[in-house]
């Protein structure tokens, strides 16, 4: 195992890791690559974005009005000098 190996594990609240299975290797002082996995991503966009606003009202977030946005971009193309 000179080359080294790649297993997945499950990091723990208290910061320490439980591997998925033993390693045969002697004891001593290994290298850790962290990379966490991505989540599969389950359901539709839309309610990924259902998700998303409900956080955002649990939050108190106000979404600009239709005229808050017009004005916004507005204001953004007046520092283009357009």
Known sequence: MADGKTIT???????TLVLDE???????TVEIVIRP?????Q?????????IR???K????VPMTRDEVDDYI???RRGWGV
Do not use: F, N
Request: charged fraction near 35%; proline fraction near 3%; charge should be neutral.
């Open 22 to 28: 033993p390693l045969a290797i002697e004891s001593g």
């Open 54 to 56: 409900a956080g955002q």
């Open 9 to 15: 594990a499950v990091l723990r609240d208290d910061h």
């Open 58 to 61: 649990r939050r108190g977030h």
């Open 74 to 76: 507005k204001e953004e």
């Open 43 to 51: 359901g539709s966009i839309l309610a990924s974005l259902r998700e």
């Open 37 to 41: 996995q991505r989540k599969e991503t």
